[in-house]
């Protein structure tokens, strides 16, 4: 079906219902977090169509939901948030996606614009030295298969306490500790094992960035002041995932899942919803697989940030310390997790896909690490390498609304290729050039695919979900330097 704006109901003021009554097999309502503005742009893709699809898996709970950055997806759209019963649901890599646990990390640091930009460009290439980047790309950690499954087995808390890429603070300020429960070993195939064993530590390529940012503008300055940030310091941003060990895990995963919905009488929409019952072997064994990918992207995002304070010591000669380059947060947006969720007034445990979508837990809830829990869980919102980026915090409606949950970027309006089409590499680091933003690439068709009009202004879709209580605005970053993948 083609959706068009008349197939949709408003149920407020950024908030579009697709009713399962219009539907045949949809199980709960679906519904969309935009703008009338974005509409046309969402409509264009027909990603509609894909949340409708979740919305007929066995199991979903209360509603198949997008966030405003939502685009066309593998499976899920981009942007989508799912839970299912642990009993009667299923679990889908669809859900997740194929960069497990891609995710943002925040770091502070003390210095001033004007401190760094006589350092900048010395500073920008000692870090593209450092950080391997592209597709394929191997890093300074080659990991035998005992190292790969500790790493697997115990994230970030691996990078920190083993190899000193680290202070014990990052693990108390990434979600999960750095490291969640329930990763198998055992489930992750050799091919996936053999991809993930050199890349530690590496940013990858397609939209993984590594950004140094200047804080302009401060919307809560209490909030604001108990993360460190201050208007007019730099702080540093990193995107990346679980790389192609990762990638492999939800490759294997998805053959299997086809396998299992003809054993369990799954029938789906779409096959890219491949699902298994969350309780079936394949269902745990997909989990535990995933747990491990997510593992590992912890230790990698952590590994690069010990990179990241090496470039800074190495070039403005002083301790990391001195210059305050200080863990803000660590959030995952590919990810299933096991949560306890209030519905129909009962506490049940749900197993939440998020995909292209943040955690956004509220003051008070105890997995906000204790230094931000009377405010809220910090929300990391990247948006393109030429216009700005976010810092969010947690609001109550996210955990009535939307099972904790938010937007995690722009979200794309123009594929790869068309992106391609539209310009030029020089044309690009010009454009960048003339806005003070300087670039590292490792191709230059990176920089035509991930152009900034490529995607949404990220201002936009922070909006929606600040307008309706998801998450509040705390400060926004403008990017002065930028690392492509």
């Not at 995107?239 to 003809?262: E, L």
């Not at 309780?279 to 491990?292: L, N, P, T």
Request: charged residues 25%.
């Amino acid at each position: 079906m083609i959706f068009r704006i008349e197939d949709l109901e408003r149920a407020g003021d950024y908030l579009w219902m697709i009713s399962p009554e219009r539907l045949n097999g949809m199980r709960v309502p679906g519904y969309i977090y935009a703008s009338d503005r974005m509409m046309s742009s969402i409509l264009s893709d027909n990603a509609p169509q894909q949340v409708v699809n979740v919305a007929c898996l066995p199991g979903i709970v209360k509603a198949s939901i997008a966030m405003p950055d939502i685009h066309w997806g593998y499976g899920f759209p981009i942007g989508g948030v799912a839970a299912f019963d642990l009993k009667e649901g299923v679990i889908s890599p669809g859900g997740v996606g194929y960069d497990i646990n891609c995710g943002v990390r925040l770091m502070t640091t003390n210095l001033s614009l004007k401190e760094l930009k006589p350092r900048l460009e010395k500073l920008l290439d000692k870090m593209f030295s450092l950080i391997p980047s592209g597709v394929g790309s191997s890093g300074q950690i080659s990991l035998h298969e005992r190292q790969l499954e500790e790493v697997a087995l115990r994230g970030a808390e691996w990078a920190v306490n083993e190899r000193g890429f680290g202070w014990d603070d990052d693990l108390l300020h990434t979600e999960e500790g750095g490291c969640m429960d329930g990763a198998d070993f055992g489930a992750v195939s050799a091919k996936a094992r053999q991809r993930g064993a050199p890349q530690l530590g590496t940013l990858g390529s397609g939209n993984h960035f590594l950004e140094i940012q200047e804080i302009d503008e401060v919307y809560d300055p209490e909030a604001a002041e108990a993360m460190g940030l201050r208007k007019g310091t730099v702080t540093v941003m990193i995107h990346t995932g679980s790389r192609g060990f990762g990638h492999q895990i939800a490759d294997d995963y998805i053959k299997v899942m086809k396998s299992a919905m003809r054993k369990y009488g799954i029938e789906v929409p779409d096959i890219q919803l491949a699902c298994a019952p969350v309780d079936s072997k394949e269902g745990k064994s997909y989990f535990a697989a995933m747990v491990a990918a997510a593992n590992y992207a912890w230790a990698n995002r952590q590994i690069i940030t010990h990179r990241v304070r090496e470039a800074f010591a190495a070039v403005f000669l002083v301790k990391p310390e001195e210059l305050g380059l200080s863990l803000v947060y660590d959030v995952a947006h590919n990810i299933a997790k096991k949560e306890t969720h209030l519905f129909e007034g009962k506490e049940i445990q749900l197993m939440v896909h998020r995909k292209g979508a943040t955690r956004a837990f509220p003051a008070g809830h105890p997995d906000v690490p204790e230094k931000y829990r009377s405010l809220g869980q910090p929300v990391l919102i990247p948006g393109d390498m030429g216009r700005y980026s976010f810092v969010l915090i947690g609001q109550p409606k996210a955990m009535e609304s939307a099972f904790g949950s938010t937007c995690h970027g722009a979200g794309r309006v123009m594929s790869r290729a068309r992106a391609t089409k539209t310009t030029t590499p020089s044309s690009v680091k010009r454009a960048l050039s003339e806005r003070g933003i300087m670039v590292r690439a490792h191709t230059d068709a990176t920089l035509t695919e991930e152009v900034p009009e490529a995607y949404k202004d990220v201002a936009d879709v922070v909006e929606v979900v600040h307008c309706v209580g998801l998450a509040s605005k705390v400060v926004r970053m403008r990017p002065v330097a930028v690392i492509k993948g």
